[in-house]
């Protein structure tokens, strides 16, 4: 049967702020992504995925944002995205924005213009906590403000028409100029409890752990009425492809099928022991799991998590590529995997990352492109890797033996059984094809 473009394809994760700079000022934009598409057609990818390159004072690097449908001066502008937009469908690659819906920045017009955009209360009414530590409730004048990240990023209230509304209007904006489709940044946020209970405890956590794995979050995540927000999405994206963060259990997570997600992000990899009868049974559990006609998908790295290099036992980069690019679904890569980019070290006096419980800085370092340090003319925003000079694209492109050339064969490879059947051999029968929705 004929597979959609991001069924027969890969996606491919850029993080602008260090992917390449074009104007000498340390940071990555997007005529630096535009300069790098043939590099990422050449490497055989279909999808590339941009994180948030939005107006931002950048408390959270684009992840608070002040206007959705402008672009950040640091990243350019709107033009310049219509030119990266233009470029990428010339080569035949597709454009997928990180939507960020459930949240703007505290400097967005909105918080001052219209606050019952936002979740209020005139005292903090229960337990909540945010997921980057401390109070999930900080006071504004007389009253408190609910935001389920950093104070300076306020959570929009959805059950609110004209927030639906407005935020829907950011997509149609976005589809307008040529976005292939979305990612859903923070999508089990959505919703909150419209009774506003208090969330129960977690037994098992100990003192010491991230304040907000102290809770279940039960009351302020994965809400039923999430469910009615993606449809409204689907329905002003039509055909686009529509991708859903979303940290939950296997049941939990195919359960957003239902509601019209092409992928909700499976990051089970990302924790599960690296052991073949491990990942054998999450195979085997995930696949079991998923409703009929629903298209599986597979990540092995992001912007939050521990670099792919980093995690695995030394030499074991070659054999999570083939998994990655091998299982039945969809595989998303992260900027740098690729040529086995690791974690870098950040003296104390280079941090940036807000979070007080991690420090994901060490994952978001520039692309290592040459061992000259071609990323930037400047000193870059994070410091590059001390192995640039060897482990680096030009180095390992032409090598047939590098790891690059390697993506680069699986990434080709798999175009030809992207819809074929598999088997488990360490145990389980093989699976019929599930034929997508």
């Known amino acids: 049967m004929e597979l959609t473009w991001w069924q027969r394809g890969a996606i491919y994760q850029v993080y602008p702020r260090s992917f390449q700079d074009s104007n000498a000022d340390g940071v990555g934009d997007l005529a630096g992504v535009r300069r790098r598409l043939p590099y990422l057609k050449w490497l055989g990818v279909d999808g590339i995925w941009l994180s948030p390159f939005y107006r931002s004072p950048m408390a959270d690097f684009g992840y608070d944002v002040s206007d959705h449908t402008d672009v950040d001066p640091r990243f350019g502008t709107v033009e310049d995205f219509d030119a990266l937009a233009q470029e990428a469908h010339r080569l035949g690659l597709k454009l997928i924005l990180d939507y960020v819906p459930n949240h703007t920045s505290i400097e967005h017009p909105w918080f001052t213009e219209h606050p019952e955009y936002y979740l209020w209360a005139d005292a903090v009414p229960n ?26 990023q306020p959570d929009l209230d ?88 979303l940290y939950l259990p296997i049941e939990r997570l195919v359960a957003y099928y239902a509601s019209g997600l092409d992928l909700p992000s499976n990051f089970h990899l990302l924790s599960t022991p690296w052991t073949a009868h491990d990942v054998a049974e999450l195979i085997e559990r995930y696949e079991g799991a998923l409703p009929d006609g629903a298209w599986p998908n597979w ?32 595989p998303t890569l992260y900027y740098g995997d690729e040529i086995g980019m690791r974690d870098v070290a950040i003296p104390p006096e280079r941090r940036v990352d ?25 000193e870059p925003w994070l410091p590059f890797a001390p192995d640039h000079a060897r482990v680096n694209v030009e180095a390992q492109r032409e090598d047939p033996g590098s790891l690059l050339q390697l993506y680069r064969r699986l990434l080709a490879a798999r175009r030809g059984f992207a819809d074929a059947p598999y088997r488990t051999l360490s145990g389980g029968g093989q699976r019929p094809h599930l034929r997508p929705r």
């Open 354 to 378: 807000p979070w007080v419980f991690g420090n994901r800085d060490p994952v978001r370092t520039p692309m290592q492109w040459d061992a000259s340090g071609s990323f930037t003319d400047a």
């Open 127 to 152: 337990n909540w906590v945010s997921n980057f530590g401390g109070p999930a409730w900080s006071p504004h004048g007389d009253r408190f403000y609910y935001h389920a990240y950093l104070p300076e």
């Open 158 to 245: 959805w059950r609110n028409p004209d927030v639906r509304a407005a935020m829907l209007d950011v997509l149609r904006f976005w589809c307008d100029h040529g976005a292939d489709g979305f990612r859903i940044d923070a999508l089990r946020q959505l919703i909150k409890d419209d009774q506003r209970r208090d969330n129960p405890a977690n037994p098992s956590w100990q003192e010491g752990d991230d304040p907000y794995s102290a809770l279940f979050p039960d009351f302020t995540t994965d809400r039923p009425e999430v469910q009615d927000a993606i449809r409204d999405f689907r329905a002003t994206v039509g055909d686009r492809l529509l991708v859903g963060e």
């Open 299 to 330: 990540v092995l790295g992001n912007h939050d998590r521990p670099r792919l290099a980093s995690r695995l036992p030394p030499g074991h980069e070659r054999a999570a590529a083939t998994l990655l690019l091998t299982l039945r679904g969809t």
